[in-house]
Nanobody, 122 residues
Framework: QVQLVESGGGLVQAGHSLRLSCVASGTVFSINKMGWYRQAPGEQREMVATLTNDGITDYTDSVKGRFTISRDQQRNAHYLQMTRLKPDDTAKYYC????????????????WGQGTQVTVSP
């Protein structure tokens, strides 16, 4: 139906930047909400950033001013630009989409990617 493919994770030093990408494959006509979540070992998955179809963004407090979520509607893609990375940002990052309209169907729930590891060294 719909698959999300993430890319852009890696190992960086503190203070550096990374850009994560998430592309939705399949026949997708619209997406109501796009997001990035992360999960560190032993921790619960937490919301990092979300972006609605009408352009409203939300960020967890710890990344405000450092991370930016954006989208390319034509490609059904969204991105997370991460700057001034800190060791506390180390986690597996997951993208998701919610409220997806396809050809003859609508899914209120979320589709998730497989995750991409981000590791920030001191």
């Amino acid at each position: 139906q719909v698959q999300l493919v993430e890319s852009g994770g890696g190992l960086v030093q503190a203070g550096h930047s990374l850009r994560l990408s998430c592309v939705a494959s399949g026949t997708v006509f619209s997406i109501n909400k796009m997001g990035w979540y992360r999960q560190a070992p032993g921790e619960q998955r937490e919301m990092v950033a979300t972006l609605t179809n009408d352009g409203i963004t939300d960020y967890t407090d710890s990344v405000k001013g450092r991370f930016t979520i954006s989208r390319d509607q034509q490609r059904n893609a969204h991105y997370l630009q991460m700057t001034r990375l800190k060791p506390d940002d180390t986690a597996k990052y997951y993208c998701n989409i919610e409220g997806v309209r396809g050809s003859g169907w609508y899914e209120f729930g979320a589709f998730w990617g497989q995750g991409t590891q981000v590791t920030v060294s001191p």
